[in-house]
């Protein structure tokens, strides 16, 4: 899809897009003023046992025992985040990107932010902490372009200046003493 005039910013780059999930991810491609889908990945639904140990008893015995029902979280984080990194290297391969746009969940944010930082080697430019598998790729441009918007320095005056100097020089007659 052809990327509007109104992210004029982001029309020239070559970048990758990846947006992870609790159960998949996809990957976006931005390149010659186009966003297209390149790669989507999903893990497919395993059937979970809702067992747990249980023991029973009688006559002066232990009467009950138990378990509780775990799924297996991390066992599925594990498998996605593998798949993640292997489609991963296979496009880097393939396409050299200049910049790579990072949207995971908090709860996958570590692993996935060090996982990718070892493959791109720098390249990360964002990493947007929330769920936005599901979004729209233009909902993702908009908050790229937020986010380069707002690391905009907005130029001070002269005299603004002389005063965050002289702040600076100054600063350290007010820290506390131990």
Same mark, same amino acid.
């Given at each position: 899809m052809k990327i509007p005039q109104k992210f004029s910013l982001l029309q020239r780059e070559n970048a990758l897009i990846v947006v992870a999930g609790k159960e998949g991810a996809v990957f976006y491609e931005i390149s010659? @003023? @186009?966003v297209s889908k390149k790669l989507e990945i999903r893990l497919p639904k395993e059937r979970e046992e809702r067992e747990g140990f249980f023991a029973r008893g009688g006559r002066g015995r232990i009467f009950e025992? !138990? !378990?509780v029902f775990e799924p297996k979280k991390r066992k599925k984080i594990k498998k996605l985040i593998g798949e993640i990194e292997k489609n991963l290297r296979e496009v880097l391969e393939k396409d050299s990107k200049e910049k790579i746009y990072l949207f995971v969940p908090a709860y996958l944010s570590k692993r996935m932010i060090s996982t990718v930082e070892k493959i791109a080697n720098g390249k990360v430019r964002l990493? &947007? &902490?929330g769920n936005f598998l599901s979004s729209h790729p233009l909902k993702l441009l908009e908050l790229i372009v937020k986010q380069h918007e707002a690391k905009k320095v907005i130029p001070i005056s002269d005299e603004a200046k002389k005063l965050l100097d002289r702040f600076k020089t100054v600063k350290h007659f007010f820290k506390k003493s131990k």
């Amino acid at each position: 899809m052809k990327i509007p005039q109104k992210f004029s910013l982001l029309q020239r780059e070559n970048a990758l897009i990846v947006v992870a999930g609790k159960e998949g991810a996809v990957f976006y491609e931005i390149s010659n @003023e @186009e966003v297209s889908k390149k790669l989507e990945i999903r893990l497919p639904k395993e059937r979970e046992e809702r067992e747990g140990f249980f023991a029973r008893g009688g006559r002066g015995r232990i009467f009950e025992m !138990g !378990g509780v029902f775990e799924p297996k979280k991390r066992k599925k984080i594990k498998k996605l985040i593998g798949e993640i990194e292997k489609n991963l290297r296979e496009v880097l391969e393939k396409d050299s990107k200049e910049k790579i746009y990072l949207f995971v969940p908090a709860y996958l944010s570590k692993r996935m932010i060090s996982t990718v930082e070892k493959i791109a080697n720098g390249k990360v430019r964002l990493i &947007k &902490k929330g769920n936005f598998l599901s979004s729209h790729p233009l909902k993702l441009l908009e908050l790229i372009v937020k986010q380069h918007e707002a690391k905009k320095v907005i130029p001070i005056s002269d005299e603004a200046k002389k005063l965050l100097d002289r702040f600076k020089t100054v600063k350290h007659f007010f820290k506390k003493s131990k």
